[in-house]
C-alpha cells in the first residue's frame, strides 16, 4: 500500500518559517511534489523535483521556499521562510514513480499519482 504521510504544518506569523516532510512508504518515488489549495480555490503546484535532484518552484515562492529530498529515506521536505498570509493553505505531498526530468510539468497535479492527505499552514498578519 502506497502511503505519504505530510506532517509540519502549524499556525505561525507573517515573515516566520515552518518545515514540511512527507513520509513515502511502499514506492520508490522519482518524481515528488507540493501542491497547495486555499479555501474556494484550485490546487496549486508549489514546488517540484526531478529524479536528478533538479527544481522547479511557482513564481510566489521562489527564493523564500526550498524543496528536498533524501532518497535512502524516502522523505520530502519544503523549508519555507518568510511566510506571508496569502501561503495560508492545505499543504499536499505528491510523488509519482515515472522518471522525469525537471521542468513546469513537476508542479502539474496530472503528474502525479499518489497523493497524502494533507497538512495545514495558516500565516497570520
Known amino acids: 500500500v502506497v502511503q505519504l504521510v505530510e506532517s509540519g504544518g502549524g499556525s505561525v506569523q507573517s515573515g516566520g518559517s515552518l518545515r514540511l516532510s512527507c513520509a513515502a512508504s511502499?514506492?520508490?518515488?522519482?518524481?515528488m511534489g507540493w501542491f497547495r489549495q486555499a479555501p474556494g480555490k484550485e490546487r496549486e503546484g508549489v514546488a517540484g523535483?526531478?529524479?536528478?535532484?533538479?527544481?522547479v518552484y511557482t513564481n510566489s515562492v521562489k527564493g523564500r521556499f526550498t524543496i528536498s529530498r533524501d532518497n535512502a529515506k524516502n522523505t520530502l521536505s519544503l523549508q519555507m521562510n518568510n511566510l506571508k498570509p496569502e501561503d495560508t493553505a492545505m499543504y499536499y505531498c505528491?510523488?509519482?514513480?515515472?522518471?522525469?526530468?525537471?521542468?513546469?510539468?513537476?508542479?502539474?497535479?496530472?503528474?502525479?499519482?499518489?497523493w497524502g492527505q494533507g497538512t495545514q499552514v495558516t500565516v497570520s498578519s
Open positions: 505528491a510523488a509519482d514513480q515515472a522518471v522525469r526530468a525537471s521542468g513546469w510539468w513537476l508542479l502539474w497535479a496530472t503528474t502525479f499519482t499518489y
Open positions: 511502499g514506492l520508490t518515488a522519482s518524481t
Open positions: 523535483i526531478a529524479s536528478d535532484g533538479s527544481t
